[in-house]
């Protein structure tokens, strides 16, 4: 059996679930960290009180930090490569 031949077998119902599920678990974690990066990078304009608490610097360098994660995750639950070996 080709490699080809075994990539395009059928996906259990099992399977399927796993990868919906793990999916929309990327999506959504993805949404919070980028959210969490954009909260960060703007604290100043939030007007929390946090702003002053923390270094202007320090805050910049953990949201882009969250925003770059936030996006792999959204990237990685749109590829759903959950399954495949590495």
């Known amino acids: 059996m080709a490699l080809e031949?075994?990539?395009?077998?059928?996906?259990?119902e099992r399977d399927r679930g796993f990868i919906r599920m793990r999916s929309m678990m990327d999506y959504g974690m993805g949404i919070l960290w980028a959210g969490m990066g954009i909260f960060m990078l703007f604290i100043e304009k939030f007007n929390?009180?946090?702003?002053?608490?923390?270094?202007?610097?320090?805050?910049?360098?953990?949201?882009?930090?969250?925003l770059l994660y936030g996006a792999?995750?959204?990237?990685?639950?749109?590829?759903?490569?959950?399954?495949?070996?590495r």
């Open 5 to 12: 031949e075994f990539e395009r077998d059928p996906i259990s």
């Open 48 to 66: 929390t009180g946090l702003e002053a608490r923390f270094g202007d610097s320090s805050m910049k360098v953990f949201g882009g930090i969250c």
């Open 72 to 85: 792999f995750r959204v990237y990685r639950g749109y590829k759903k490569n959950y399954l495949r070996e």
